[in-house]
Nanobody, 124 residues
Framework: LLEESGGGLVQPGGSLRLSCGAT??????????MGWFRQVPGKEREFVAV????????TYGDAMQGRVTISRDDLKNRVNLQMTNLSLEDTGIYYC?????????????????WGQGIQVTVSA
């Protein structure tokens, strides 16, 4: 239902744009807040960003604050994550998620749908 794209290998200081397409959701795409999380082995899934269903509100996690921008394209049923000034610590699997509430949650368990994740590797 959610499929991430755009991951890969990038050098430290570089940029990467992730995208996530939504299909087959139980409600129209515009009914969902869309979030991004990331996870590295041995750690819990970490909140990166969320955008409201109408695209007017955004919230960012502390780890990537100031280096990421979340946006959505409701005509294409997509949510994007522009990442800049990436560091080695940003390496991980990045997930997009959909939430039917208006809470803009930072907690992974509150999301209704998840993508399978995509690898982002920051390395020289």
């Amino acid at each position: 239902l959610l499929e991430e794209s755009g991951g890969g290998l990038v050098q430290p200081g570089g940029s990467l744009r992730l995208s996530c397409g939504a299909t087959g959701l139980s409600l129209p795409f515009v009914s969902y807040a869309m979030g991004w999380f990331r996870q590295v082995p041995g750690k819990e899934r970490e909140f990166v960003a969320v955008i409201s269903d109408n695209g007017l509100r955004t919230t960012y996690g502390d780890a990537m604050q100031g280096r990421v921008t979340i946006s959505r394209d409701d005509l294409k049923n997509r949510v994007n994550l522009q990442m800049t000034n990436l560091s080695l610590e940003d390496t991980g699997i990045y997930y997009c998620a959909a939430d039917r509430s208006s809470l803009l949650p930072r907690t992974a368990s509150l999301y209704d749908y998840w993508g399978q994740g995509i690898q982002v590797t920051v390395s020289a």
